[in-house]
Structure formats: structure tokens, C-alpha cells
């Protein structure tokens, strides 16, 4: 208890103090015009008040990461709080955070848009189509996650087939009308519904006694029923994804970055609902590991069930909650997939849009981008729901990883304090690396093998990426001055800082 209790602490006081510190680096200012006032065209571009679009936010990036993957999570032990706490706070905030802020920066962008700014036209071009086929394996694993929750609520009259129609005919809906109409009117009861999970879920934990594993010297270790196949490092840091940092998130950032109407309100709105969804990711870890009397028990229950938390889910809502409290929670954890995939599908437009300069305002052309995004996402229904889960989540960390990249460039070109997401972005890349390497669904290569090839990898991503900031500090400089000669000095594009260049 003590652990979960200081874990919570924690996150609250990264928001209050650490988020105020990137906020400086970032050089907010609440008096410069945001993009949803510059740039209002009723369809994307929206001026909202700031709670709204926190909530908005929140239930974008909170999908079934912070909760199915937060239980899967737990099968390691204790050590997934220590993840979910300082990836929360030290990467996955600070990485939604510089999403948000940079899409305000250059117009409401996409963050590929983004990413080529800062990494070059190659990169870009790549990513635009990864991103999009991310964004599309998104929406179709949050149809198939919410449908099965929702089939095992009325398993005598509706069928999951009826149930994924369903979700498919609100997701076309909410990508195709304004943000305003369907997305800003529904999320808020949606998000009182996840709150109440949260809020109803933890109390009754406590009410009725349960013990929450302690992070000890002795609970240090790899408690996962297959742990040779399954290390900590770095299987670990893949399935607890959105709990900690997420790739996904920013590609929803820039939605809410089209709605923001103050630089300022980016705090709260990008840096807290991370570091929310982190408590989510907490809370749902700490049932994990308590509800069947322990890590070891949890696994026994993962395994029986070949991994399929949604069983869980509705058995811990329906035992802690009762049946009416469990239908309450589990309408909250519905809406988080579903609030997901119906932006995932929204950013996968504009994305598309974005990339071909295909103004969004007449319906016409949000259909001619939508249908071809919709088919492919509901031939992937078809597929099985645990491959497409797979590849979402190392999907999802490398789109994490390169985003952090690009935002170190830019930090680094405007003389700011770029280790806040440089050595994130090492981190990210040695994780990625090594389980595309190591994993079943990667190379299934020998451990000996995917670690010094992951660690050697991250290494030289950090020695190009010093390299390349040495050289351009130099390049800069006027010839023959002395700066050259030993001191340097920031040239006028990187003093320019984030009221710099705006594309």
C-alpha cells in the first residue's frame, strides 16, 4: 500500500512542479494567438474552453493502454509501478506536452508534418505512411476491444458482431462531423464515467482490504509466468504503453492543439492528461496485483485466460463494484478505447489531408479521405484481435521514440535544454530496437544477440545526434570569428526560440 500511495504522490507532484519546469523551457505565452482563433473553419479548427479539451485529450490517449495493458503489466511485479511513475512524468508527459506545443507553433500540423520539419523530408515521408497505418491498426483494436466488452455485458440478445456495427457506425460519425458536434459534447459524460471507474475501483480496494505488493529489495525481480521469454527488459516497456509514454498520443495532440485557446492552457491540457492517464495505468496495475492475492496469482489468471484482460476487467468490476457499479465501470472503460478509436480515425484524415493540402471544411472531401481509411480499418477486424495488438504496441513506441527525436532536434536548435528528451529518446530507442530484435512477432533473435545490438543502436543514435549538434553549432558561426576558434554562440534562427519559423 505504501508503495501505490507514494507512486500516486509522485505523479501528482511531477505535474505541480516538474510540468511547471518544461514549461519554461518551452517559453509559453499566453498572449500569442492560438491556431483555433487564426484558423477557425468550424470542422477541425474549434476555440474550446480548456476543461473541455482536457477532457477531450484525456480520453483520446486513454484507450485500453492504461487499463488491459497496465493488468498485463502487472504480471512483471511491482517493478511496473516504477515504469508507469517515471515514464509518466519524465517521457510520456514531457513527449504529449512538446506534441501539443509544436503543433500550436506551426498551425494546428499533424505531428509527421511535425517530424519533418526537425528530421528532414526523408523522414517525413516515411512516417506519413506509418503513422497512418498505426492510426488505422488504433481504431480497429479499439472496435474489437469495447464490442467484446460490450457483448460480455448482454451476452442473451446482442452478439459482438452487432456490437462491432456499432462502434464502426460511431466512429464513421465522429470522423466525419464537426469536433464540436459529436466529440465535444459526448466526451465529458465519458469522462466522468472513466473518473468514476477510477475513483469506485480503488475505494472499494481499500474498503475491502485488499494487500497491494510493496516494491522491495526482495520484490525487485521478473515475476512473469514465462519470464525467459518475457524480460523486463524490454517486453516490459512495450506492453505498458500508453500508461507511461505512448506514440499514439501524439498523434492526437495536435486535435486538441486546433482547440486550445492559450499557450499556457497547454499544461494543463497535454502535461495532465498524461500524468491522469498514469493514475488510471496505477490504479488498474494495483488491482492487478492484489485482486487474486497476488503477482503470481494474476499470471496463473492471465494464463488460464490466454491473456485476455477484458475477462478480468468484468470480473473485478462485477466483484468490487457490484452489478449495477460494475456496469457503471464498465461503460468507463468502453468509453476510453472508444473515445481512442474515433480519433485515431480523425487523425488519420488529417494526416492524409495535411500530406495531399486537401482543405477539410467541404464534406466531400472528408468523405473522399475517410472511405478508403474506414475499409482498411474494417478488413483489420477480421484479423486476429491478439496479432493486431502485438503490432500496434511496438508500433506505437517506435512513433514514441521518433517523435522524441524530433523534439530534442528542435529543442536543440533553439539553445533549449534538449536532455529533457534526449536521454528519453535513447532510452525509447534502445526498448524499440531490442524487442524488434528480440520479440516472437520481431526476429525472435537470442537475447545475446537483440541486447547489444539494442544498446549499441541507442548509442549511436546518441553519438549522431551529438555530432550533428556540434557541427551545425559550428556551421553557424561566422567564419573566422572567435567563437570558431572555441567559443560558440546561437545563430539567429536557433535565438529565435519557439516564436521561431512557423510553416
Known amino acids: 500500500m505504501i508503495t501505490f500511495i507514494v507512486c500516486i504522490t509522485v505523479l501528482i507532484l511531477g505535474y505541480i512542479f516538474y510540468s ?6 518551452a517559453q509559453a505565452d499566453g498572449s500569442r494567438q492560438t491556431p483555433a482563433y487564426r484558423l477557425n473553419d468550424g470542422v477541425d479548427y474549434i476555440p474550446m474552453p480548456w476543461w473541455r479539451v482536457f477532457l477531450i485529450q484525456f480520453l483520446n490517449i486513454a484507450g485500453l493502454g492504461p487499463i488491459f495493458g497496465a493488468i498485463a503489466g502487472a504480471m512483471w511485479g511491482p517493478v511496473a509501478f516504477l515504469w508507469i511513475v517515471l515514464g509518466s ?3 510520456g508527459a514531457v513527449h504529449d506536452y512538446f506534441s501539443g506545443m509544436l503543433s500550436i507553433k506551426h498551425n494546428g500540423l499533424s505531428i509527421t508534418e511535425i517530424v519533418g520539419i526537425y528530421l528532414g523530408n526523408g523522414v517525413k515521408q516515411f512516417m506519413r505512411g506509418f503513422t497512418v ?3 488505422i491498426l488504433v481504431g480497429a483494436v479499439f472496435i474489437m476491444g469495447p464490442a467484446k466488452i460490450l457483448a460480455g455485458l448482454t451476452p442473451e440478445s446482442l452478439t459482438m458482431t452487432f456490437w462491432v456495427w456499432v462502434v464502426f457506425v460511431y466512429y464513421i460519425l465522429a470522423t466525419m462531423l464537426p469536433i464540436d458536434k459529436i466529440i465535444g459534447k459526448l466526451y465529458p459524460l465519458f469522462g466522468f464515467a472513466l473518473m468514476f471507474m477510477a475513483v469506485g475501483l480503488i475505494t472499494a480496494l481499500f474498503v475491502k482490504g485488499y494487500s497491494i505488493p510493496e516494491l522491495s529489495f526482495a520484490n525487485f525481480r521478473n515475476f512473469h509466468v514465462d519470464s525467459d521469454k518475457f524480460p523486463v527488459f524490454p517486453m516490459m516497456f512495450i506492453t505498458i ?3 507511461a509514454i505512448s506514440g499514439f498520443h501524439s498523434t492526437q495532440s495536435p486535435l486538441m492543439a486546433r482547440c486550445i485557446t492559450s499557450e499556457k492552457l497547454g499544461r494543463r491540457v497535454f502535461y495532465g492528461a498524461m500524468i491522469t492517464e498514469g493514475i488510471v495505468a496505477m490504479i488498474w496495475a494495483a488491482i492487478g496485483m492484489s485482486f487474486y492475492g497476488g503477482v503470481n496469482e494474476l499470471n496463473t489468471m492471465m494464463t488460464e485466460h490466454q491473456g485476455n484482460a477484458a475477462y478480468l476487467v468484468n470480473e473485478i468490476s462485477h466483484s468490487l463494484l457490484g452489478k449495477f457499479g460494475a ?11 472508444i473515445t481512442s478509436g474515433d480519433t485515431a480515425f480523425r487523425s488519420a484524415r488529417l494526416i492524409v489531408a495535411d500530406f495531399l493540402k486537401y482543405k477539410q471544411g467541404p464534406v466531400k472531401n472528408r468523405i473522399f479521405i475517410s472511405v478508403p481509411l474506414f475499409a482498411a480499418g474494417f478488413f483489420l477486424t477480421r484479423i486476429n484481435f491478439d496479432i493486431i495488438w502485438r503490432y500496434f504496441a511496438w508500433s506505437n513506441q517506435t512513433l514514441a521514440m521518433v517523435v522524441l527525436w524530433a523534439i530534442t532536434v528542435y529543442l536543440a536548435q533553439s539553445r533549449k535544454l534538449y536532455w529533457i528528451t534526449l536521454i528519453p529518446a535513447v532510452f525509447m530507442t534502445a526498448v524499440t530496437t531490442t524487442y524488434l530484435l528480440f520479440a516472437p512477432e520481431g526476429f525472435s533473435l537470442p537475447a545475446a544477440i537483440a541486447y547489444p545490438i539494442g544498446i549499441i543502436t541507442a548509442l549511436a543514435g546518441l553519438t549522431g545526434f551529438l555530432v550533428w549538434k556540434r557541427k551545425t553549432e559550428y556551421a553557424s558561426l561566422p567564419a573566422g570569428s572567435a567563437s570558431r576558434a572555441g567559443k560558440t554562440e546561437g545563430s539567429e534562427d536557433s535565438r529565435k526560440g519557439w516564436s521561431g519559423r512557423v510553416t
Do not use: T, Y
Request: aromatic share 8%; hydrophobic share 75%; net charge positive.
Open 20 to 25: 511547471r519546469f518544461i514549461e519554461r523551457i
Open 133 to 135: 497505418v498505426l492510426m
Open 241 to 243: 504503453a500508453c500508461g
Open 89 to 91: 512524468v519524465f517521457a
Open 327 to 337: 456496469v457503471l465501470a464498465l461503460l468507463g472503460v468502453v468509453a476510453a478505447p
